[in-house]
């Protein structure tokens, strides 16, 4: 009998290492751009908050888990990390609930479309500065404010510390809906329409459709959509710098405002790190616990 040969495995070795090298040139300058600019500097941040690196000078000496323990006993950086909090809180719900709404008005509306889209989308296009200016000199001024003229009240929308933070969520709510807006239409628009033709032959109504077909198969885009709106709320920073400076009475300050203030103001950079640190681990759990939950959901529902 003739001896087994083995060129065949040898060949398609050789043709499986030619692909992962060709593969890895490839992905050669994307991961340089990855490790330059996402890694290192992460790196580089975590070694500064355990630093006392100053922008104004003075030594740069390592000093463990001093910058940390301070920040946990600071009750300006709790105050900004509820603020961040309640943000969160007051503007995840209806930016989530309003972009699901809206996607169903626009995927049901067969009149003008391109019009319902663009008025959804249109304001998400705004950088964060016009969006900024359009609000404060239009919207919510006291004496000519449009909001004040259409409610008939003088309310001092972002200087009362009772509603400055109820505006800031309702400026980013009009700002940022388009976004989860865009993402529900396209999931709407992949939902095969036999599905709906056969529950109509069954007799159920729009409710029984809307329950039973939408609604469970847009859980997958739901989870993803609350995933990047809660990270995105956690780290807002333009619109309330740009509005209200973080008062009335730090009443509106986030974290990330806050650990700039100590960083670039008050020049303390290595306490600073810090605080974007404890934000970043805060980021990460919740995200993995939002993933995890609406895994263990599909896995029940399936």
């Known amino acids: 009998l003739a001896a087994p040969t083995t060129a065949a495995p040898v060949a398609k070795a050789k043709v499986r ?81 309003l972009g699901l709404v809206f996607a169903l008005l626009v995927h049901h509306l067969r009149f003008v479309q391109w019009l319902w889209r663009l008025s959804f989308f249109g304001p998400f296009l705004l950088p964060s500065a016009v969006v900024s200016i359009l609000w404060l000199q239009m919207i919510y001024p006291p004496d000519y404010g449009l909001l004040n003229g259409t409610l008939g009240t003088s309310t001092l929308w972002l200087g009362d510390p009772s509603v400055a933070m ?30 709906y033709e056969a529950a109509a032959i069954d007799g159920a109504t729009a409710w029984d459709k809307l329950r039973s077909i939408t609604l469970p198969l847009l859980g997958r885009t739901t989870a993803l959509i609350v995933v990047l709106q809660l990270v995105a ?20 300050r986030p974290i990330i405002e806050y650990a700039y203030d100590v960083g ?19 980021i990460v759990i919740v995200s993995l616990a939002q993933l995890r939950l609406f895994r263990k959901r599909a896995e029940v529902s399936s």
């Open 17 to 97: 290492r030619g692909w992962t090298q060709h593969g890895l040139l490839f992905v050669a300058p994307f991961l340089l751009i990855y490790l330059a600019f996402l890694v290192w500097p992460t790196l580089l941040g975590f070694r500064m908050s355990l630093s006392s690196v100053n922008i104004a000078g003075g030594n740069d000496h390592l000093v463990g888990f001093a910058n940390y323990a301070e920040a946990f006993g600071d009750p300006r950086m709790w105050q900004s990390l509820w603020n961040t909090l309640v943000f969160t809180v007051l503007s995840t719900v209806p930016l989530v609930l």
């Open 166 to 195: 109820w505006s800031m969520v309702l400026t980013t709510v009009w700002w940022t809906v388009g976004f989860n807006f865009l993402l529900y239409l396209a999931a709407l628009q992949s939902i095969p329409t036999h599905l």
């Open 264 to 282: 670039f103001t008050g020049y303390r950079i290595g306490y600073a790190s810090a605080v974007s640190y404890i934000l970043f681990v805060l």
């Open 233 to 252: 709320s956690l780290k807002v920073f333009d619109q309330i710098y740009l509005m209200t400076g973080g008062g009335p009475e730090n009443s509106t």
